[in-house]
């Protein structure tokens, strides 16, 4: 995984029209990597397929009008407003950084868009002064010049007759993704739209924060009101939100925010480097979400995504056209010649394929099409060419396309240093070659720096209406790894059979007996994995993978509810089933598994208990001992007048050569004994942390608790240098840590407003139709709300397994939280029309 790499996806769904016509459903989402890796958003959109002719296949009645033109879309939007007048109040608890309790009454729908509409935003003009850079020059009026994109040099073009065009024919019947809902109770539905319109409310809530401190920025700071500009200053919450403004109805906020983005210049940024992924999934997929969304009405957002698509271009000008992941987009770096990373990361890498094609779509340029096909079809070569794990592919990726060979040495310096005759450009040194991995430790795994690739192959098959085979062959060989790698079953307190997706890490310098490490993990990020399978299922008629993709959607479910806040962490570990065909919840074997020097510990201490009864009795003779000399010594005055010496008094120095302050000789010292092992350090009582009460966890396992501390330590122990015993250590280890009960380990103790697990659970109550999904959702939505409210929006937090007044908010809402998670929220309570 790179450092700081933001990684980022893009997804889709289909519906089905009576013609057998299929339309696309946008959704981006973005990915990162373990640490400073924010990053899932999604894009919400509906487009038809149509060949380059301009013919969208067959013919229909109704929904599948026939002979449509391809850069049209066609949507079907009835029914996404609704009143919540009726709602009732509520009061939220807002708790941040120390911050004393705040109630606030939570205003209707209806009440929360007036205060939008009535309050405008602080007055920016341009839209963001931020977004704007200069250089040294003054122009003739005194004013500082604006450095602007050009288009640069181009070193290595396409000639026309040698692009790879989009693909022409009729699509495909695609096979029926979502489940035929019947018609719902009148106390179903009185419930479905409350919820509903409760995540529509919060929605209102954040954006309001967001107009009122943030307008025009890229994000705004929910506990402070600050402003962040990470993603090139270009309003990024604003272009990623379009969609869900959109589905939720409120057309008013939607054009509002289409003057600023009427606005946006996307030749000048504050960044001299341009995020590639970030800005492709943010704003290029945002522009056509909601350009395919609103039926094609507003030209604006197709002329912006086309003015971002010409400028992102110029990352595929390389010798081998893969892309620069971060373009350095002034003049002066622009129009030099550049070539791909060797250590690319590969969902940057093979995540843009879907934004990329549709813009080809719509605009019937074949060059935005040609720039990603490459991408595909180097995997393709490298998925039959061969990886450590068949099928999948590692995190870090040599796509410079050069495998640089040795400089050549003058014969007579054979046998001394090395120098080279001259210095040789890339190309000089350069033997051509494939994609191959990094130079780094290789890792496999769905998560974050690999998850969006694999995410798009089902949905690239989608979009190009199932006429690219190539994109059904990766997906199915992707999900054989998958079953055959990297699933496991984790050992958790109750029964739920639920399933994880770990990672392989391989490193290539090592022994190959020594070389391979899997790595149980549970990571947010991995969560979409639940939702890709039960699509994948559903359109490569893959009927076993169903099971699969609801056990792995309940295993993040099951993540949420085991923590205090009832949501789940960032990162975390978990300890594989021996059998995951039997694996009954067994607390001892889970215990041992947390102390893997569970076996050692009462003979340690038994070993220091008699240790100390052999001191406390050396002490005390000795101390005996030093009484009967001083008394002695009393003596000494009256012998000395006889001519005999004065006793001196003895130092607490006995024969066998330790001091009586305690430490033992080195032969019994158990101390070095204990120091084998870092967990084993005990620090002074007064050192201990107070482990604070917690209440039960929330499971859905009636009879197992999930609270960590029911069996935590004194706050002082009487004897802080008696070693652990087993259950000693446990508590310990799960009361100061914050362990929840069926975790090995936490990585990450935050969350920040992910929406992958939501993602999962919204597709599989489309993919099934079962009500439990719906359950399930609003105990996360209504824990998420909880732990991330404030005044000013809803804020990342860290201490997931702590009790609010534990908890640290971050001050940060990125971007994805309204465009992707709330919208998934808010689409798991809507109609089953809405985005079917």
Same mark, same amino acid.
């Given at each position: 995984m790179l450092n700081g790499a933001r990684l980022t996806v893009a997804v889709a769904e289909t519906k089905i029209i009576d013609d057998g016509a299929v339309r696309v459903l946008w959704f981006r989402a973005y990915r990162t990597a373990?640490?400073? =890796?924010?990053?899932?958003? @999604?894009?919400?959109?509906?487009?038809? &397929?149509?060949?380059?002719?301009?013919?969208?296949?067959?013919?229909? +009645?109704g929904n599948g009008a026939a002979e449509r033109d391809p850069v049209r879309p066609v949507?079907?939007?009835?029914?996404?407003?609704?009143?919540? *007048?009726?709602l009732p109040e509520a009061t939220h608890q807002v708790v941040a950084n120390g911050v004393p309790v705040i109630d606030e009454p939570k205003p209707s729908t209806s009440e929360a868009l007036m205060a939008i509409q009535t309050a405008p935003p602080t007055p920016i003009t341009p839209p963001n002064p931020a977004a704007i850079t200069y250089d040294d020059t003054v122009d003739e009026n005194g004013q500082k010049k604006v450095i602007h994109w050009k288009k640069p040099i181009e070193y290595y073009p396409v000639a026309e007759e040698d692009l790879i065009r989009l693909p022409t024919g009729t699509p495909k019947k695609m096979p029926r993704i979502q489940h035929e809902f019947g018609a719902e109770t009148v106390e179903e539905r009185t419930i479905r739209e409350e919820r509903r319109d409760k995540v529509k409310e919060e929605f209102l809530h954040a954006w309001k924060g967001y107009k009122q401190y943030a307008w025009g920025h890229d994000e705004v700071g929910p506990v402070k009101g600050g402003v962040r500009d990470p993603f090139c200053g270009w309003a990024a919450t604003i272009v990623d939100s379009l969609d869900t403004l959109w589905i939720m109805g409120l057309k008013d906020e939607f054009e509002s925010a289409l003057e600023q983005v009427e606005k946006i210049?996307?030749?000048?940024?504050?960044?001299?480097?341009?995020?590639?992924?970030? @800005? @492709?999934?943010?704003?290029?997929?945002?522009?056509?979400?909601?350009? *395919?969304?609103?039926?094609?009405?507003?030209?604006?957002?197709?002329?912006?995504a086309t003015e971002l698509g010409e400028i992102l271009m110029s990352i595929f000008d390389t010798p081998n056209r893969m892309p620069v992941l971060h373009y350095q987009w002034q003049p002066h770096s622009a129009n030099e010649r550049h070539r791909a990373a060797g250590n690319s990361n590969f969902a940057e890498l093979g995540s843009l394929t879907m934004e990329f094609t549709r813009l080809a779509q719509l605009t019937g340029e074949h060059k935005y099409y040609d720039a990603v096909a490459r991408i595909t079809n180097a995997?393709? %070569?490298?998925q039959e060419r061969g990886t450590e794990i068949k099928g999948i592919f590692p995190d870090s990726v040599d796509a410079s396309g050069c495998n640089a060979t040795a400089i050549p040495v003058e014969p007579e310096e054979a046998s001394q240093k090395a120098t080279p005759r001259r210095p040789l450009s890339m190309d000089e040194i350069c033997r051509p070659q494939g994609l191959t991995p990094g130079p780094s430790r290789q890792s496999y795994s769905m998560g974050g720096g690999q998850d969006s690739t694999y995410e798009y192959f089902s949905k690239m098959w989608l979009l190009l209406g199932g006429l690219d085979t190539t994109y059904r062959t990766l997906y199915t060989n992707t999900m054989d790894a998958i079953r055959n790698h990297l699933l496991y079953r984790p050992l958790i307190p109750g029964d739920r059979d639920v399933l994880f997706s770990a990672k392989m890490q391989i490193n290539p310098y090592l022994p190959p007996d020594r070389s391979h490490e899997m790595v149980y993990e549970v990571t947010h990020l991995t969560c979409f994995i639940g939702g890709m399978v039960g699509m994948g299922a559903k359109l490569f008629d893959l009927d076993a993978d169903i099971p699969i993709a609801e056990r792995l959607t309940d295993g993040c479910v099951w993540a949420y509810e085991a923590t205090t806040s009832g949501v789940m962490p960032e990162d975390a570990r978990m300890f594989p089933c021996e059998n995951p065909l039997d694996c009954p919840w067994d607390e001892e074997k889970y215990n041992k598994l947390l102390d893997p020097r569970w076996s050692l510990r009462a003979q340690e201490v038994e070993d220091y208990d008699v240790e100390k009864?052999?001191?406390?009795?050396?002490?005390? +003779?000795?101390?005996?001992?030093?009484?009967?000399?001083? #008394? +002695?010594?009393?003596?000494? /005055?009256?012998?000395?007048? *006889?001519?005999?010496?004065?006793?001196? /008094?003895?130092?607490? #120095?006995?024969?066998?050569?330790?001091?009586?302050?305690?430490? !033992? /000789?080195? !032969?019994?010292?158990i101390n070095k004994k204990r120091a084998a092992s870092s967990n084993d350090t005990v620090p002074l009582a007064k050192d201990l942390p107070e482990i604070p009460h917690v209440a039960p966890s929330k499971t859905s396992t009636p009879g197992v608790p999930l609270n960590p501390h029911e069996r935590s330590l004194p706050k002082q122990r009487e004897d802080p240098y008696r070693p652990f015993t087993h259950e000693e250590f446990i508590a310990d280890l799960l009361g100061r840590n914050n362990l929840p009960l069926g975790y090995a380990r936490v990585e990450g103790d935050k969350y920040i407003?992910?929406? #992958?697990?939501?993602?999962?659970?919204? &597709?599989?109550?489309?993919?099934?139709?079962?009500?439990?999904?719906?359950?399930?959702?609003?105990?996360?939505?209504?824990?998420?709300?909880? !732990?991330?409210?404030?005044?000013?929006?809803?804020?990342?937090?860290?201490?997931?397994?702590? %009790?609010?007044?534990? =908890?640290?908010? =971050?001050?940060?809402? %990125?971007?994805?939280?309204?465009? %992707?998670?709330?919208? &998934?929220?808010?689409?798991? &309570?809507?109609?089953?029309?809405v985005a079917a």
């Open positions: 373990p640490e400073n =890796q924010p990053s899932r958003a @999604t894009s919400f959109g509906t487009s038809p &397929y149509g060949d380059a002719d301009g013919k969208s296949g067959q013919k229909g +009645e949507v079907d939007i009835q029914g996404i407003a609704h009143s919540a *007048d009726s210049d996307f030749t000048t940024s504050p960044k001299t480097s341009i995020p590639v992924f970030e @800005t @492709t999934i943010r704003y290029l997929g945002g522009l056509l979400a909601a350009y *395919d969304i609103s039926d094609a009405k507003y030209p604006v957002l197709l002329t912006k995997l393709v %070569e490298w009864v052999r001191k406390e009795k050396v002490r005390k +003779e000795m101390a005996e001992k030093k009484a009967k000399e001083e #008394e +002695e010594a009393k003596e000494a /005055p009256l012998l000395a007048e *006889d001519g005999v010496d004065p006793i001196v /008094p003895r130092t607490n #120095e006995t024969s066998t050569g330790y001091s009586l302050g305690g430490d !033992a /000789p080195p !032969a019994a010292n407003l992910r929406p #992958e697990a939501i993602e999962s659970v919204f &597709y599989l109550h489309r993919i099934s139709g079962s009500p439990q999904w719906r359950e399930k959702g609003w105990k996360m939505f209504e824990s998420i709300i909880a !732990a991330t409210r404030t005044q000013i929006g809803h804020s990342a937090f860290v201490g997931v397994n702590r %009790e609010p007044a534990g =908890q640290r908010k =971050q001050d940060s809402m %990125e971007s994805f939280w309204l465009a %992707e998670t709330l919208k &998934y929220f808010y689409l798991l &309570y809507s109609e089953p029309d």
